[in-house]
């Protein structure tokens, strides 16, 4: 293990990238304690300890708590997941975007901005809402979580929790062209990371007062390490279709030469991505039934409360949609068949061309249907255990799935970058040798 770590940061490249990374999740980190001119800390997380077991102490889970406390970083990075949403599925019904996404990097750079200025409005008008919300709320004891309301306290709010939105995308783009992973990911898995020595603590502090038994807490961890071995086995596993690939024989040779090869498909194609994309539009609801007094608003957050099952369905359904969505847009079964086809290979029994486009879209159409199932049953377990087990904290498959998919994602990315290195040293030692008998 040591050795390992000491190969990391003797790569200075990596070592670079990991340090550059870690700077910058610091600096969010920091910022989700800074909090927002006006804002009664106190009295806000009072009301949000009674918010914990629904679809917003989730979202809070996202924020890495900076939502609970409504610091600068209180609406996270999910206005830009919103926006990403968005503007995939317009790809769908504009022409315009449909055609910048076939255009290559360029078009993926016009997307991107795109996707930056849905981001703001989305963070504006979300940071609107929130305070003018929170003007007429305030804790169960009473206190005013405003101090000082009115049209000053709404634009400063709104602005601060725009341009933090904005810097936090700023951060996540850095961090994935100059750091390692995946920036946005990241932010997300630093966020829910940050959370579990506080879990930790206050689940001792409750077995300390009786709060919790040690047989419902046995109970629970034997849920967590069973559901981690699941995501585990899950995460990696995926089904090879086998190619051959049939290269031309040369000159003086008899026949050709057959190699072996195989497409790996995941079982969950879409990882963890349809279930952000779900919690992100089921927060709507639960948001505005939060942070306003209407009638109409608060009947709707009955319904998108976790003991309706209107909830559960409309999750469900959301999260199969978005499997299959996403699904489609990171893989493309005809382009696929074309690339086999074009460097000489062929699936066994398959036809070049349509038969395989078709083969393989029919075996990624059932791995995404078990990836929808899966990705279902990881997104409703919270409900479940904080209902049956009254633990004090969000545990859930969702926050398990990021925190592993995430760690495998950077390891693999790290172990990439260490094959390289090991790569390059062997050809520049191979110069020299051949150097020295020449």
Known sequence: MFKKIENIFSVPELRRRILFTLALLIVYRIGTHVPTPGINSDALQQFFAQQSGNILGMVDMF???????????????MPYISASIIIQLLTVVVPHLAELKKQGSEGQEK????????????????????????EAMNSPTGTAVVMFPGWGFRLVTALTLTTGTVFLMWLGERITEKGIGNGISLIIFAGIVARFPAAVANTFRMMQTGELQIITLIVVLAIILGVTAAIVYVEISSRRLPIQYVRKAGAGTRGGNVSNSYLP???????????????????????????SQNSIFSQIGVWFSPSSPVYYILYVVLIVFFTYFYTSIIFNPDDVADNIQKSGGVIPGKRPGKATSDFIDYVLSRLTFI?????????ILPQFIISWFNVPFYFGGTSLLIVIGVGLDLIQRIESHLITHNYDGFLKRGKVKRGGFA
């Open 63 to 77: 924020t890495g708590g900076a939502l609970s406390r409504l610091t600068v970083f209180g609406l996270g990075i």
């Open 265 to 291: 498909l995941k079982l969950n194609p879409a990882n963890v991505i349809p279930i952000i994309f779900a919690a992100s539009i089921m927060s709507f609801p639960s948001t505005l039934s939060t942070f």
């Open 371 to 379: 990836g929808a199932l899966y990705l279902s049953v990881l997104a």
């Open 111 to 134: 997307i991107t901005k795109y996707t930056r200025y849905g981001t703001v409005g989305i963070s504006a008008v979300q940071g609107l809402g929130i305070a003018i919300g929170l």
